[in-house]
Protein backbone atom coordinates (compact mmCIF):
# COMPACT_ATOMS: atom_id res chain seq x y z
CA UNK A 1 0.00 0.00 0.00
CA UNK A 2 1.21 3.24 -0.84
CA UNK A 3 1.34 6.01 1.65
CA UNK A 4 1.32 9.34 1.05
CA UNK A 5 1.45 11.28 4.40
CA UNK A 6 2.21 15.26 5.41
CA UNK A 7 5.58 15.91 3.87
CA UNK A 8 8.30 17.40 6.77
CA UNK A 9 11.57 19.10 6.59
CA UNK A 10 14.16 16.15 5.91
CA UNK A 11 17.08 16.06 3.89
CA UNK A 12 15.31 13.26 1.70
CA UNK A 13 12.87 15.42 0.76
CA UNK A 14 14.90 18.43 0.62
CA UNK A 15 14.35 18.94 -3.64
CA UNK A 16 10.85 19.00 -2.99
CA UNK A 17 11.03 22.28 -1.27
CA UNK A 18 13.03 23.72 -3.36
CA UNK A 19 10.84 22.85 -6.15
CA UNK A 20 8.03 24.08 -4.44
CA UNK A 21 9.61 26.94 -3.49
CA UNK A 22 8.67 29.76 -5.79
CA UNK A 23 4.91 28.86 -5.84
CA UNK A 24 5.34 28.86 -2.01
CA UNK A 25 6.86 32.49 -2.69
CA UNK A 26 4.27 33.41 -4.80
CA UNK A 27 1.19 32.07 -2.52
CA UNK A 28 2.46 34.03 0.54
CA UNK A 29 2.57 36.88 -1.08
CA UNK A 30 -0.57 37.23 -2.10
CA UNK A 31 -1.66 36.19 1.30
CA UNK A 32 0.09 38.87 2.81
CA UNK A 33 -1.11 41.45 0.29
CA UNK A 34 -5.33 40.61 1.00
CA UNK A 35 -4.20 40.34 4.96
CA UNK A 36 -3.43 44.12 4.42
CA UNK A 37 -6.47 44.90 3.74
CA UNK A 38 -9.80 43.89 5.84
CA UNK A 39 -9.75 45.21 9.55
CA UNK A 40 -12.26 47.39 11.63
CA UNK A 41 -12.30 49.96 8.86
CA UNK A 42 -14.29 47.61 6.96
CA UNK A 43 -16.89 46.97 9.58
CA UNK A 44 -19.36 50.37 8.86
CA UNK A 45 -19.72 49.30 4.98
CA UNK A 46 -20.77 45.60 5.79
CA UNK A 47 -22.40 46.23 9.04
CA UNK A 48 -24.30 48.65 7.16
CA UNK A 49 -26.28 46.17 4.53
CA UNK A 50 -27.03 43.55 7.57
CA UNK A 51 -28.68 46.67 9.51
CA UNK A 52 -30.51 47.32 6.76
CA UNK A 53 -31.85 44.17 5.98
CA UNK A 54 -32.67 43.40 9.39
CA UNK A 55 -34.69 47.30 9.18
CA UNK A 56 -36.46 45.91 5.99
CA UNK A 57 -37.14 42.05 7.55
CA UNK A 58 -37.98 43.04 11.02
CA UNK A 59 -39.70 46.29 10.27
CA UNK A 60 -42.30 44.19 8.56
CA UNK A 61 -42.44 40.68 9.65
CA UNK A 62 -42.69 42.25 13.47
CA UNK A 63 -45.96 43.70 12.19
CA UNK A 64 -46.99 41.65 9.81
CA UNK A 65 -49.50 39.56 11.67
CA UNK A 66 -51.22 42.98 12.30
CA UNK A 67 -50.88 43.59 8.55
CA UNK A 68 -52.42 40.65 7.00
CA UNK A 69 -55.24 40.43 10.06
CA UNK A 70 -55.86 43.94 9.08
CA UNK A 71 -55.15 45.31 5.69
CA UNK A 72 -55.48 42.05 4.09
CA UNK A 73 -58.09 40.56 6.32
CA UNK A 74 -56.88 37.00 6.58
CA UNK A 75 -57.89 34.79 10.03
CA UNK A 76 -55.65 34.72 12.76
CA UNK A 77 -54.11 31.01 12.64
CA UNK A 78 -53.60 31.97 8.69
CA UNK A 79 -52.13 34.90 9.01
CA UNK A 80 -49.91 33.38 11.46
CA UNK A 81 -48.97 30.48 9.74
CA UNK A 82 -47.59 32.78 6.88
CA UNK A 83 -45.55 34.62 8.85
CA UNK A 84 -43.50 31.48 10.66
CA UNK A 85 -43.58 30.23 6.85
CA UNK A 86 -42.32 33.32 5.24
CA UNK A 87 -39.44 33.64 8.11
CA UNK A 88 -39.04 29.50 7.77
CA UNK A 89 -38.57 30.09 3.77
CA UNK A 90 -36.18 33.27 4.57
CA UNK A 91 -33.59 31.44 6.75
CA UNK A 92 -34.12 28.20 4.92
CA UNK A 93 -32.34 30.36 1.56
CA UNK A 94 -29.37 30.89 2.97
CA UNK A 95 -28.72 26.89 2.01
CA UNK A 96 -28.73 28.39 -1.25
CA UNK A 97 -26.46 31.74 -1.18
CA UNK A 98 -23.69 29.80 0.81
CA UNK A 99 -23.27 27.61 -2.41
CA UNK A 100 -23.23 29.69 -4.81
CA UNK A 101 -21.32 31.92 -2.17
CA UNK A 102 -18.51 29.12 -1.40
CA UNK A 103 -18.55 27.67 -4.72
CA UNK A 104 -18.64 30.24 -7.51
CA UNK A 105 -19.62 34.16 -7.17
CA UNK A 106 -17.48 34.68 -3.65
CA UNK A 107 -19.06 36.22 -0.51
CA UNK A 108 -18.85 39.80 -2.24
CA UNK A 109 -21.04 39.32 -5.14
CA UNK A 110 -23.38 37.25 -3.78
CA UNK A 111 -24.03 39.59 -1.48
CA UNK A 112 -24.65 42.42 -3.28
CA UNK A 113 -26.70 40.68 -6.51
CA UNK A 114 -29.03 39.28 -3.29
CA UNK A 115 -29.45 42.91 -1.94
CA UNK A 116 -30.52 43.65 -5.18
CA UNK A 117 -33.07 40.89 -4.99
CA UNK A 118 -34.08 42.02 -1.75
CA UNK A 119 -34.55 45.45 -2.63
CA UNK A 120 -36.86 44.55 -5.58
CA UNK A 121 -39.04 42.90 -3.45
CA UNK A 122 -39.68 45.55 -0.79
CA UNK A 123 -40.52 47.98 -3.93
CA UNK A 124 -43.45 45.38 -4.66
CA UNK A 125 -44.14 44.93 -0.98
CA UNK A 126 -44.59 48.63 -0.56
CA UNK A 127 -46.55 49.45 -3.96
CA UNK A 128 -48.95 46.26 -2.51
CA UNK A 129 -49.47 48.81 0.71
CA UNK A 130 -49.68 52.25 -0.96
CA UNK A 131 -52.14 50.88 -3.95
CA UNK A 132 -55.56 50.25 -3.04
CA UNK A 133 -56.13 47.98 -5.85
CA UNK A 134 -53.79 45.59 -4.38
CA UNK A 135 -55.48 45.17 -1.23
CA UNK A 136 -59.07 44.77 -0.16
CA UNK A 137 -61.37 47.70 1.27
CA UNK A 138 -61.18 48.75 4.10
CA UNK A 139 -64.17 47.73 6.74
CA UNK A 140 -64.93 48.58 10.57
CA UNK A 141 -67.07 47.75 13.48
CA UNK A 142 -69.10 44.66 12.62
CA UNK A 143 -68.80 45.06 8.94
CA UNK A 144 -67.89 41.30 7.69
CA UNK A 145 -64.11 41.74 6.52
CA UNK A 146 -63.76 40.86 2.60
CA UNK A 147 -60.30 38.82 2.53
CA UNK A 148 -57.42 39.54 -0.16
CA UNK A 149 -58.36 37.98 -3.26
CA UNK A 150 -56.41 35.55 -5.41
CA UNK A 151 -54.76 37.69 -7.36
CA UNK A 152 -53.79 40.69 -4.49
CA UNK A 153 -52.66 37.81 -2.18
CA UNK A 154 -50.31 36.42 -5.31
CA UNK A 155 -48.49 40.27 -5.17
CA UNK A 156 -48.15 40.02 -1.23
CA UNK A 157 -46.30 36.05 -1.72
CA UNK A 158 -44.48 37.42 -5.03
CA UNK A 159 -42.44 40.39 -2.74
CA UNK A 160 -42.15 37.69 0.27
CA UNK A 161 -40.47 35.30 -2.07
CA UNK A 162 -37.88 37.79 -3.65
CA UNK A 163 -37.60 39.15 -0.21
CA UNK A 164 -36.95 35.50 0.95
CA UNK A 165 -34.31 34.77 -1.84
CA UNK A 166 -32.43 38.23 -1.01
CA UNK A 167 -32.09 36.77 2.52
CA UNK A 168 -31.00 33.79 1.37
CA UNK A 169 -27.82 35.40 0.26
CA UNK A 170 -27.14 38.31 3.32
CA UNK A 171 -27.46 35.91 5.77
CA UNK A 172 -25.01 33.21 5.34
CA UNK A 173 -22.18 35.55 3.89
CA UNK A 174 -22.35 39.01 5.73
CA UNK A 175 -21.44 37.54 9.16
CA UNK A 176 -18.39 34.74 7.40
CA UNK A 177 -17.24 38.11 5.52
CA UNK A 178 -17.21 40.23 8.48
CA UNK A 179 -15.28 37.82 10.29
CA UNK A 180 -12.81 36.95 7.44
CA UNK A 181 -11.91 40.66 7.57
CA UNK A 182 -9.63 39.85 10.79
CA UNK A 183 -6.85 37.57 10.79
CA UNK A 184 -6.48 35.48 13.58
CA UNK A 185 -3.01 35.22 14.73
CA UNK A 186 -3.82 31.61 16.12
CA UNK A 187 -7.13 30.22 14.08
CA UNK A 188 -7.44 27.91 16.85
CA UNK A 189 -7.76 30.27 20.00
CA UNK A 190 -9.95 33.17 17.85
CA UNK A 191 -9.69 36.01 19.47
CA UNK A 192 -10.98 38.80 17.35
CA UNK A 193 -13.60 36.51 16.03
CA UNK A 194 -16.05 35.81 18.75
CA UNK A 195 -15.99 39.81 19.50
CA UNK A 196 -16.76 40.61 16.39
CA UNK A 197 -20.00 37.94 16.94
CA UNK A 198 -20.73 39.97 19.92
CA UNK A 199 -20.79 42.87 18.73
CA UNK A 200 -21.98 42.13 14.83
CA UNK A 201 -25.28 40.93 16.88
CA UNK A 202 -25.53 43.96 19.14
CA UNK A 203 -25.21 46.06 15.70
CA UNK A 204 -28.34 43.53 14.54
CA UNK A 205 -30.22 44.08 18.04
CA UNK A 206 -29.93 47.89 17.85
CA UNK A 207 -31.52 47.65 14.03
CA UNK A 208 -34.33 45.18 15.33
CA UNK A 209 -34.72 48.10 18.33
CA UNK A 210 -35.28 50.95 15.54
CA UNK A 211 -37.13 48.55 13.64
CA UNK A 212 -39.98 47.96 15.93
CA UNK A 213 -40.33 51.20 17.36
CA UNK A 214 -39.81 53.75 14.86
CA UNK A 215 -40.94 51.73 11.65
CA UNK A 216 -43.83 49.94 13.64
CA UNK A 217 -45.26 53.34 15.25
CA UNK A 218 -44.59 54.89 11.13
CA UNK A 219 -46.84 51.35 10.07
CA UNK A 220 -49.33 51.73 12.51
CA UNK A 221 -49.69 55.88 13.10
CA UNK A 222 -48.92 57.04 10.02
CA UNK A 223 -49.01 54.49 7.05
CA UNK A 224 -48.32 51.27 5.84
CA UNK A 225 -46.58 53.22 2.37
CA UNK A 226 -44.86 55.01 4.66
CA UNK A 227 -43.48 52.41 7.22
CA UNK A 228 -42.18 50.51 4.17
CA UNK A 229 -41.08 52.63 1.83
CA UNK A 230 -38.40 54.01 4.57
CA UNK A 231 -36.83 50.30 4.90
CA UNK A 232 -37.52 49.87 0.74
CA UNK A 233 -34.65 53.34 0.92
CA UNK A 234 -32.69 52.37 3.64
CA UNK A 235 -31.96 48.62 1.35
CA UNK A 236 -31.16 50.84 -1.49
CA UNK A 237 -28.63 53.05 0.18
CA UNK A 238 -26.55 49.85 1.61
CA UNK A 239 -26.11 48.61 -2.15
CA UNK A 240 -23.91 52.05 -2.68
CA UNK A 241 -22.42 52.14 1.06
CA UNK A 242 -21.50 48.47 0.51
CA UNK A 243 -20.07 48.91 -2.71
CA UNK A 244 -17.97 51.61 -2.04
CA UNK A 245 -16.29 49.57 0.95
CA UNK A 246 -14.96 47.01 -2.10
CA UNK A 247 -11.35 48.76 -2.10
CA UNK A 248 -11.17 47.74 1.43
CA UNK A 249 -12.52 43.98 1.65
CA UNK A 250 -10.77 40.88 1.90
CA UNK A 251 -12.09 38.94 -0.64
CA UNK A 252 -10.80 35.33 -0.41
CA UNK A 253 -11.36 33.43 -3.50
CA UNK A 254 -14.13 30.74 -3.57
CA UNK A 255 -12.65 27.21 -2.95
CA UNK A 256 -15.28 25.43 -5.25
CA UNK A 257 -18.59 23.44 -3.68
CA UNK A 258 -18.64 22.14 -0.51
CA UNK A 259 -21.33 20.08 -1.59
CA UNK A 260 -19.41 18.36 -4.15
CA UNK A 261 -16.32 17.77 -1.99
CA UNK A 262 -18.82 16.08 0.64
CA UNK A 263 -20.28 13.78 -2.27
CA UNK A 264 -17.44 12.65 -3.26
CA UNK A 265 -16.38 11.60 0.34
CA UNK A 266 -19.22 9.91 0.46
CA UNK A 267 -19.59 8.12 -2.71
CA UNK A 268 -15.23 7.29 -2.25
CA UNK A 269 -16.19 5.71 1.11
CA UNK A 270 -19.43 3.85 0.12
CA UNK A 271 -17.54 2.15 -2.94
CA UNK A 272 -14.16 1.15 -0.61
CA UNK A 273 -16.93 0.03 2.44
CA UNK A 274 -15.42 -3.77 2.20
CA UNK A 275 -11.94 -2.67 2.82
CA UNK A 276 -10.98 -3.36 6.34
CA UNK A 277 -10.21 0.20 8.48
CA UNK A 278 -6.82 1.02 9.05
CA UNK A 279 -5.76 1.36 12.78
CA UNK A 280 -2.81 3.58 11.89
CA UNK A 281 -3.93 6.96 10.64
CA UNK A 282 -0.59 8.04 8.76
CA UNK A 283 -1.29 5.30 6.30
CA UNK A 284 -4.20 7.64 4.95
CA UNK A 285 -3.62 9.54 2.25
CA UNK A 286 -2.63 13.24 3.33
CA UNK A 287 -1.41 15.89 0.12
CA UNK A 288 -0.94 19.27 2.30
CA UNK A 289 -0.46 21.03 -1.52
CA UNK A 290 -3.54 19.49 -3.03
CA UNK A 291 -5.54 21.40 -0.17
CA UNK A 292 -3.30 24.34 0.18
CA UNK A 293 -6.72 25.98 -1.29
CA UNK A 294 -9.24 25.12 1.57
CA UNK A 295 -6.75 25.06 4.30
CA UNK A 296 -5.26 28.38 4.71
CA UNK A 297 -5.80 28.00 8.57
CA UNK A 298 -3.96 24.71 8.57
CA UNK A 299 -4.59 21.03 8.19
CA UNK A 300 -7.34 19.41 9.61
CA UNK A 301 -6.44 15.83 11.50
CA UNK A 302 -7.90 12.27 11.59
CA UNK A 303 -10.31 11.77 14.37
CA UNK A 304 -11.27 8.79 15.70
CA UNK A 305 -15.19 9.38 15.32
CA UNK A 306 -17.37 8.36 12.05
CA UNK A 307 -14.39 6.02 10.69
CA UNK A 308 -16.58 4.35 8.09
CA UNK A 309 -15.30 7.76 6.07
CA UNK A 310 -12.09 7.11 6.69
CA UNK A 311 -12.29 4.47 3.77
CA UNK A 312 -12.44 7.58 1.31
CA UNK A 313 -8.78 7.88 2.43
CA UNK A 314 -6.97 4.54 1.62
CA UNK A 315 -4.91 4.37 -1.21
CA UNK A 316 -5.08 0.93 -2.51
CA UNK A 317 -3.32 -0.61 -5.56
CA UNK A 318 -5.87 0.05 -7.89
CA UNK A 319 -5.33 3.95 -7.26
CA UNK A 320 -2.20 3.64 -8.85
CA UNK A 321 -1.37 6.70 -7.41
CA UNK A 322 1.47 8.53 -8.05
CA UNK A 323 3.47 11.55 -6.13
CA UNK A 324 2.58 13.62 -9.10
CA UNK A 325 -0.95 13.07 -9.96
CA UNK A 326 -4.33 14.55 -8.95
CA UNK A 327 -6.36 11.60 -7.62
CA UNK A 328 -9.92 10.79 -8.43
CA UNK A 329 -12.04 12.35 -6.22
CA UNK A 330 -14.88 9.79 -6.37
CA UNK A 331 -12.37 7.35 -5.12
CA UNK A 332 -9.69 8.34 -3.51
CA UNK A 333 -10.01 12.03 -0.78
CA UNK A 334 -7.41 13.06 1.85
CA UNK A 335 -7.94 13.06 5.52
CA UNK A 336 -8.82 16.91 5.29
CA UNK A 337 -11.75 16.73 3.02
CA UNK A 338 -12.73 13.39 5.10
CA UNK A 339 -12.58 15.46 8.24
CA UNK A 340 -14.44 18.17 6.49
CA UNK A 341 -17.19 16.39 5.75
CA UNK A 342 -16.85 14.16 9.69
CA UNK A 343 -16.68 18.25 11.04
CA UNK A 344 -20.08 18.86 9.83
CA UNK A 345 -21.78 15.98 10.54
CA UNK A 346 -20.69 16.11 14.46
CA UNK A 347 -22.09 19.76 13.81
CA UNK A 348 -25.91 18.34 13.07
CA UNK A 349 -26.64 17.38 16.70
CA UNK A 350 -25.94 20.49 18.19
CA UNK A 351 -28.11 22.22 15.36
CA UNK A 352 -30.88 20.25 15.43
CA UNK A 353 -31.05 21.43 19.40
CA UNK A 354 -31.42 24.64 18.09
CA UNK A 355 -35.09 24.22 16.55
CA UNK A 356 -36.92 24.41 19.19
CA UNK A 357 -35.58 27.53 20.89
CA UNK A 358 -36.49 29.36 17.44
CA UNK A 359 -39.89 27.62 17.92
CA UNK A 360 -40.80 29.45 21.13
CA UNK A 361 -38.80 32.50 19.77
CA UNK A 362 -41.56 32.55 16.62
CA UNK A 363 -44.54 33.01 19.13
CA UNK A 364 -43.09 36.16 19.84
CA UNK A 365 -44.48 37.91 16.65
CA UNK A 366 -48.02 35.86 16.13
CA UNK A 367 -49.92 35.35 19.88
CA UNK A 368 -47.44 37.89 22.09
CA UNK A 369 -48.25 40.25 19.49
CA UNK A 370 -52.04 39.24 19.32
CA UNK A 371 -52.34 39.05 23.23
CA UNK A 372 -50.26 42.56 23.14
CA UNK A 373 -53.84 43.40 21.13
CA UNK A 374 -56.31 43.03 23.94
CA UNK A 375 -54.57 44.52 26.61
CA UNK A 376 -53.98 48.44 27.70
CA UNK A 377 -51.27 50.15 25.84
CA UNK A 378 -51.85 53.74 26.31
CA UNK A 379 -49.07 55.24 28.07
CA UNK A 380 -50.46 58.77 28.09
CA UNK A 381 -53.97 59.57 26.75
CA UNK A 382 -53.22 60.31 23.53
CA UNK A 383 -50.07 57.79 23.20
CA UNK A 384 -50.62 54.62 22.86
CA UNK A 385 -47.63 52.01 22.50
CA UNK A 386 -47.72 49.72 18.95
CA UNK A 387 -48.73 46.34 20.08
CA UNK A 388 -45.82 45.14 17.68
CA UNK A 389 -43.16 47.56 19.59
CA UNK A 390 -43.32 45.40 22.96
CA UNK A 391 -40.57 43.43 21.53
CA UNK A 392 -38.14 46.39 22.20
CA UNK A 393 -38.12 45.46 25.65
CA UNK A 394 -36.57 42.09 23.96
CA UNK A 395 -34.33 43.81 22.26
CA UNK A 396 -33.13 46.03 24.89
CA UNK A 397 -32.12 43.04 27.38
CA UNK A 398 -30.85 41.64 24.38
CA UNK A 399 -28.53 44.72 23.72
CA UNK A 400 -27.78 45.01 27.61
CA UNK A 401 -26.96 41.14 27.93
CA UNK A 402 -24.42 41.52 25.16
CA UNK A 403 -22.60 44.45 26.87
CA UNK A 404 -22.29 42.91 30.03
CA UNK A 405 -21.36 39.64 29.09
CA UNK A 406 -18.46 41.20 26.84
CA UNK A 407 -17.85 43.91 29.35
CA UNK A 408 -18.11 42.24 32.78
CA UNK A 409 -18.98 38.48 32.45
CA UNK A 410 -16.50 37.34 30.33
CA UNK A 411 -13.98 38.56 32.40
CA UNK A 412 -15.24 37.09 35.75
CA UNK A 413 -15.74 33.60 34.15
CA UNK A 414 -11.88 34.10 32.94
CA UNK A 415 -10.44 33.78 35.99
CA UNK A 416 -12.32 30.93 36.56
CA UNK A 417 -11.98 28.95 33.64
CA UNK A 418 -8.92 30.66 32.26
CA UNK A 419 -10.59 30.80 28.88
CA UNK A 420 -10.20 33.59 26.53
CA UNK A 421 -13.79 34.07 25.86
CA UNK A 422 -14.30 33.10 29.33
CA UNK A 423 -16.80 30.38 28.82
CA UNK A 424 -17.02 28.44 25.33
CA UNK A 425 -19.95 28.64 22.88
CA UNK A 426 -21.44 25.06 24.33
CA UNK A 427 -21.53 26.57 27.71
CA UNK A 428 -23.06 29.77 26.39
CA UNK A 429 -25.61 28.40 24.52
CA UNK A 430 -26.77 25.89 27.33
CA UNK A 431 -27.35 28.95 29.79
CA UNK A 432 -29.38 30.58 26.14
CA UNK A 433 -31.82 27.11 26.48
CA UNK A 434 -32.35 27.20 30.24
CA UNK A 435 -33.68 30.75 30.36
CA UNK A 436 -36.00 30.26 27.04
CA UNK A 437 -37.89 27.58 29.55
CA UNK A 438 -38.49 29.53 31.64
CA UNK A 439 -39.76 32.75 29.76
CA UNK A 440 -42.06 30.13 27.83
CA UNK A 441 -43.25 28.93 31.12
CA UNK A 442 -43.18 32.52 32.03
CA UNK A 443 -45.80 33.40 29.03
CA UNK A 444 -48.36 31.15 29.90
CA UNK A 445 -49.05 32.19 33.43
CA UNK A 446 -49.14 35.54 31.63
CA UNK A 447 -51.63 34.43 29.80
CA UNK A 448 -53.83 32.96 32.93
CA UNK A 449 -53.86 36.38 34.26
CA UNK A 450 -54.74 38.53 31.27
CA UNK A 451 -57.82 35.90 30.70
CA UNK A 452 -58.61 36.04 34.44
CA UNK A 453 -58.71 39.93 33.76
CA UNK A 454 -61.03 39.54 30.49
CA UNK A 455 -63.62 37.30 32.70
CA UNK A 456 -63.97 40.04 35.31
CA UNK A 457 -64.31 42.52 33.35
CA UNK A 458 -67.25 40.40 31.26
CA UNK A 459 -65.11 40.64 27.94
CA UNK A 460 -64.73 37.06 26.80
CA UNK A 461 -66.91 37.42 24.80
CA UNK A 462 -65.84 40.64 23.38
CA UNK A 463 -62.14 40.33 20.88
CA UNK A 464 -62.15 44.26 20.11
CA UNK A 465 -62.58 45.48 23.56
CA UNK A 466 -59.47 46.58 25.33
CA UNK A 467 -59.27 44.39 28.56
CA UNK A 468 -58.05 46.28 31.64
CA UNK A 469 -55.01 44.98 32.38
CA UNK A 470 -51.25 46.87 31.90
CA UNK A 471 -49.63 45.38 28.23
CA UNK A 472 -46.65 45.45 30.55
CA UNK A 473 -47.28 42.49 31.77
CA UNK A 474 -45.71 41.14 29.30
CA UNK A 475 -42.51 43.03 29.58
CA UNK A 476 -40.96 39.75 31.61
CA UNK A 477 -41.52 37.41 28.76
CA UNK A 478 -40.23 39.11 25.74
CA UNK A 479 -37.14 40.50 28.03
CA UNK A 480 -36.49 36.91 29.42
CA UNK A 481 -36.91 36.02 25.82
CA UNK A 482 -33.98 38.68 24.63
CA UNK A 483 -31.91 37.21 27.69
CA UNK A 484 -31.78 33.85 26.13
CA UNK A 485 -31.04 34.89 23.15
CA UNK A 486 -28.28 36.70 23.83
CA UNK A 487 -26.52 33.76 25.01
CA UNK A 488 -27.81 31.06 22.92
CA UNK A 489 -28.46 32.84 19.46
CA UNK A 490 -24.44 34.41 19.12
CA UNK A 491 -23.37 31.07 21.12
CA UNK A 492 -24.92 28.97 17.99
CA UNK A 493 -23.64 31.06 15.30
CA UNK A 494 -20.16 31.61 16.88
CA UNK A 495 -20.35 27.78 17.26
CA UNK A 496 -21.35 26.64 13.39
CA UNK A 497 -18.22 29.68 12.01
CA UNK A 498 -15.85 28.25 14.51
CA UNK A 499 -16.44 24.62 14.19
CA UNK A 500 -17.70 24.56 10.16
CA UNK A 501 -14.03 23.60 8.07
CA UNK A 502 -13.09 26.93 6.56
CA UNK A 503 -13.83 26.90 3.42
CA UNK A 504 -17.93 25.84 4.38
CA UNK A 505 -18.17 29.41 6.79
CA UNK A 506 -21.19 30.63 4.51
CA UNK A 507 -22.57 26.79 4.27
CA UNK A 508 -22.14 26.47 8.22
CA UNK A 509 -23.33 29.90 8.40
CA UNK A 510 -26.60 28.69 6.32
CA UNK A 511 -26.58 25.93 8.95
CA UNK A 512 -27.17 28.59 11.85
CA UNK A 513 -30.37 29.81 9.87
CA UNK A 514 -32.15 26.70 8.95
CA UNK A 515 -31.91 25.84 12.26
CA UNK A 516 -34.53 29.00 12.66
CA UNK A 517 -36.10 27.93 9.35
CA UNK A 518 -37.42 24.70 10.63
CA UNK A 519 -38.45 26.23 14.14
CA UNK A 520 -40.39 28.38 12.62
CA UNK A 521 -41.78 25.52 10.75
CA UNK A 522 -42.30 23.79 13.32
CA UNK A 523 -44.55 26.62 14.85
CA UNK A 524 -46.66 26.51 11.76
CA UNK A 525 -47.08 22.44 12.23
CA UNK A 526 -47.54 22.97 16.03
CA UNK A 527 -50.31 25.66 15.90
CA UNK A 528 -51.86 23.64 13.16
CA UNK A 529 -52.48 20.58 14.94
CA UNK A 530 -53.06 22.03 18.37
CA UNK A 531 -55.77 24.12 16.09
CA UNK A 532 -57.52 21.40 14.58
CA UNK A 533 -57.56 18.87 17.46
CA UNK A 534 -58.08 21.91 20.40
CA UNK A 535 -59.63 24.55 21.28
CA UNK A 536 -56.56 26.03 22.30
CA UNK A 537 -56.25 28.76 19.72
CA UNK A 538 -59.04 30.22 18.20
CA UNK A 539 -59.14 31.87 15.10
CA UNK A 540 -61.03 35.41 15.91
CA UNK A 541 -61.47 35.34 19.98
CA UNK A 542 -58.34 34.96 21.81
CA UNK A 543 -60.20 35.31 25.38
CA UNK A 544 -62.00 31.81 24.32
CA UNK A 545 -58.74 30.02 24.30
CA UNK A 546 -56.29 28.07 26.14
CA UNK A 547 -52.82 29.80 24.77
CA UNK A 548 -51.56 29.57 28.27
CA UNK A 549 -51.26 25.25 27.26
CA UNK A 550 -49.73 26.05 24.09
CA UNK A 551 -47.28 28.05 25.67
CA UNK A 552 -46.38 25.12 28.47
CA UNK A 553 -46.83 22.42 25.73
CA UNK A 554 -43.82 24.60 24.43
CA UNK A 555 -42.24 24.23 27.59
CA UNK A 556 -42.33 20.92 28.05
CA UNK A 557 -40.53 20.04 25.09
CA UNK A 558 -38.16 22.56 25.47
CA UNK A 559 -37.29 20.73 28.41
CA UNK A 560 -37.25 17.53 26.81
CA UNK A 561 -35.00 19.20 24.05
CA UNK A 562 -32.03 20.90 26.91
CA UNK A 563 -31.79 17.11 27.98
CA UNK A 564 -30.83 16.35 24.54
CA UNK A 565 -28.36 19.20 24.05
CA UNK A 566 -26.86 18.31 27.07
CA UNK A 567 -25.68 15.01 26.18
CA UNK A 568 -25.00 15.90 22.44
CA UNK A 569 -22.55 18.50 23.96
CA UNK A 570 -20.70 16.19 26.58
CA UNK A 571 -19.76 14.21 23.79
CA UNK A 572 -18.89 16.61 21.22
CA UNK A 573 -15.74 16.50 19.66
CA UNK A 574 -14.12 19.77 19.14
CA UNK A 575 -12.88 20.62 15.17
CA UNK A 576 -9.04 19.12 15.55
CA UNK A 577 -6.43 21.62 13.53
CA UNK A 578 -3.07 21.60 12.57
CA UNK A 579 -2.38 25.25 13.04
CA UNK A 580 0.81 26.40 10.50
CA UNK A 581 2.91 28.49 13.40
CA UNK A 582 6.62 28.80 12.06
CA UNK A 583 8.89 29.33 8.94
CA UNK A 584 12.61 27.80 9.16
CA UNK A 585 15.04 28.74 6.35
CA UNK A 586 12.33 28.68 4.04
CA UNK A 587 10.55 25.18 5.40
CA UNK A 588 7.12 25.41 7.08
CA UNK A 589 6.49 23.50 10.03
CA UNK A 590 3.30 22.43 11.68
CA UNK A 591 1.41 22.03 14.87
CA UNK A 592 -1.01 19.77 15.93
CA UNK A 593 -3.44 21.49 18.15
Not at 136 to 163: I, K, M, R, W
Not at 320 to 348: Q, Y
Not at 485 to 498: D, K, Q, R, S, T
Amino acid sequence: MENHSMATATPENKDSFATSGNADDKQSKAFVNNNEKGGIKTMPFILVNEICEKLAMVGFSKNMVNYLTQQLHMPLTKAANTVTNFNGTSSLTPLLGAFIADSYAGKFWTITIATAIYLAGMIVLTLSAALPQLRPPPCAGDQVCQEANGSQTAVLYLSLLFAALGSGGIRPCVAAFGAEQFVEEDPTQPKKTWVFFNWYYFALGASILLASTVLVYIQDNVGWSWGLGIPTLAMALSIIVFLIGYPLYRNLDPAGSPYTRVLQVSVAAFRKRKIPLISDPKFLYVNEELDASISTDGLLHHTKQLKFLDNAAIVTEEDSLKSSEKPNFWILNTVHRVEELKSILRMLPIWAAGILFATSSAQQNTFSLQQANTMERHLTKSFVIPSASMSVFGMLSMLVTIVLYDRLLVRVARRITGLERGINFLQRMAIGFFIAIIATMVAGFVEVKRKHAASASGLIDSPESTIPISVFWLVPQYSLHGIAEAFMVIGHLEFFYNQAPESMRSTATALFWTSISVGDYTSTLLVTLVHKYSDWLPNRNLNEGKLEYFYWLLTLLQALNIVYYLICAKFYTFKPLSHKTEHVEGVELTTQV
